[in-house]
């Protein structure tokens, strides 16, 4: 068995995080017997089955000797299995000659789970991200300044201090046109991905940094800088379209010059994420698909009341309408309470991207003016409140807009708390790159 264990933590970050699917592989053996039809081949939820082999590999399966299965049977079972996360075969979906005799036989596939490959090279080193192996040297993962003076960064990009580490080329002693990559775990997608990191590229003799994606038949710039880009951190992103399996190659070059030494370029917090660039958005939880993308009930005390997923609730003491397409189809995230007081509490997933952020909400409390909502960042060093609001919103969706500043893992929590009547819901709940500007 083939198991890479950051696969399953990332599986629960996934809903909420909309994270790409990189290969992260689970391999089993089922044995189909046609006696005991169907036979059914299952991946966790976010995970693709692929089909590795069909081989007679137990004695006494078969009668004749040697047991090939055709290769139609082959594209059947790839046709009925592949690509998605559970299928059911039947022994007569299968023709081969050996089969019919006694249909059983071993099969093995792959479930591909989602892995993430953002990466802040804190403290997971190089997360799922490797050196290459077609290139000149490696890149150095380090903290606080570089070896040499007027070139490179000062301090990191996710802590902006001496203690946070990067990654970045030595410039030191390599030959003009060296390179240096690093290169990402295959990546399975849908539609598109949009990649954005952090570089750094200041020094008198800066080569370049390139970007490439890369399938099995050669290699792609998607972007590209050269030489000098000043004394900062500065961020760069860019669409990758899900055509095909891809590997993203991150390339530092050094320049065809004199006084290399002057050429460190760094690198630091990569994200992926599911969507455009353009939408800027990472998160954005509707609730139309009727799934929490993420947030769940805490039950950490008994008298907790619980968030539910409704539309329409103008008879029960909530909006008519959502937020999102303003109308009674519409869903929204909703809590009430129609007797008893009581507190409802919605957790997300850990935040695995890091850095400022804006955070937006929209809500709808109905109720006396001692209804509240809450909202907290749950860090390492504790739970601090980023937004409360109370009093009924007079039948409006309103809007909350707050800039937070993401560490790695850290939560967001929802918290809901009603006086005796009334509701409060919650609609299109978006977590954006950068900290919230103009609104
Ligand atoms: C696979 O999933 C099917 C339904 O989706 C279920 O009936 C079956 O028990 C599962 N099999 C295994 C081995 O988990
Ligand atoms: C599964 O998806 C892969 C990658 O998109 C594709 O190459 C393959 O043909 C698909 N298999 C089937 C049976 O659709
Ligand atoms: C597989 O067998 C089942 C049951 O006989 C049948 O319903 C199904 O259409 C078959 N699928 C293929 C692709 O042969
Ligand atoms: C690799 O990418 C190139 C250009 O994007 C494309 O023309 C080629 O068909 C791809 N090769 C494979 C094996 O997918
Ligand atoms: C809401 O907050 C106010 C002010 O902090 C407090 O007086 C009130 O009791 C709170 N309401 C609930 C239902 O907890």
Request: proline share 2%.
């Amino acid at each position: 068995m083939n198991y890479i264990k950051n696969g399953v933590i990332s599986l629960l970050l996934v809903q909420f995080l909309k994270l790409s699917l990189v290969s992260a592989k689970l391999e089993y053996t089922v044995v189909v017997d046609a006696n005991k039809d169907p036979s059914s081949l299952n991946c966790s939820e976010d995970a693709f089955i692929t089909i590795m082999d069909v081989s007679v590999k137990s004695e006494g399966y078969c009668k004749s000797a040697s047991c090939i299965i055709d290769n139609s049977d082959h594209v059947v079972l790839r046709r009925l299995c592949e690509n998605s996360t559970n299928c059911l075969i039947y022994g007569s979906n299968f023709s081969s000659a050996c089969l019919l005799e006694q249909r059983r036989f071993d099969l093995s596939y792959l479930c591909e789970a989602p892995i993430s490959l953002d990466c802040s090279f804190e403290s997971d080193l190089l997360c799922h991200w490797e050196q290459g192996t077609d290139d000149d040297f490696d890149w150095t993962r380090h903290s606080g300044k570089t070896h040499t003076g007027n070139t490179g960064p000062d301090s990191d990009h996710t802590t902006n201090s001496k203690y946070g580490f990067y990654m970045y080329i030595e410039s030191s002693g390599k030959d003009r046109n060296d390179i240096a990559q690093l290169i990402s775990k295959p990546i399975v997608c849908k539609h598109v991905q949009c990649l954005t990191f952090w570089y750094h590229m200041y020094g008198n003799r800066i080569g370049s940094l390139y970007v490439y994606k890369k399938n099995r038949t050669q290699m792609d710039i998607v972007w590209e800088r050269h030489g000098n880009q000043q004394n900062q951190w500065r961020e760069a992103y860019m669409n990758l379209y899900c055509d095909e399996e891809f590997q993203i190659v991150i390339e530092g070059k050094i320049k065809d010059s004199f006084q290399r030494r002057l050429g460190d370029i760094a690198l630091d917090d990569i994200y992926l994420f599911e969507g455009s660039c353009e939408n800027g958005v990472k998160i954005i939880c509707t609730f139309e698909d009727q799934q929490a993308c993420g947030l769940n009930n805490a039950f950490d005390e008994p008298e907790y009341l619980s968030w539910t997923i409704e539309q329409d609730m103008a008879t029960a003491n909530g909006p008519a309408v959502d937020h999102t397409i303003g109308s009674e189809n519409g869903f929204f995230f909703h809590l009430k309470s129609l007797e008893d007081s009581g507190k409802g509490r919605l957790e997300s997933s850990l935040i695995t991207f890091i850095g400022p952020k804006c955070l937006i909400i929209w809500y709808y409390i109905i109720g006396n003016n001692a209804n509240n909502l809450t909202l907290y960042q749950m860090s390492i060093d504790g739970k601090r409140e980023i937004m409360s609001v109370h009093g009924d919103t007079e039948e409006n969706w309103k809007k909350s807009t707050i800039s937070v500043y993401i560490a790695l893992n850290d939560k967001i929590i929802i918290e809901g708390s009603i006086k005796q009547i009334g509701s409060i819901s919650l609609d299109d709940i978006s977590l954006s790159e950068g900290a919230c500007i103009g609104n």
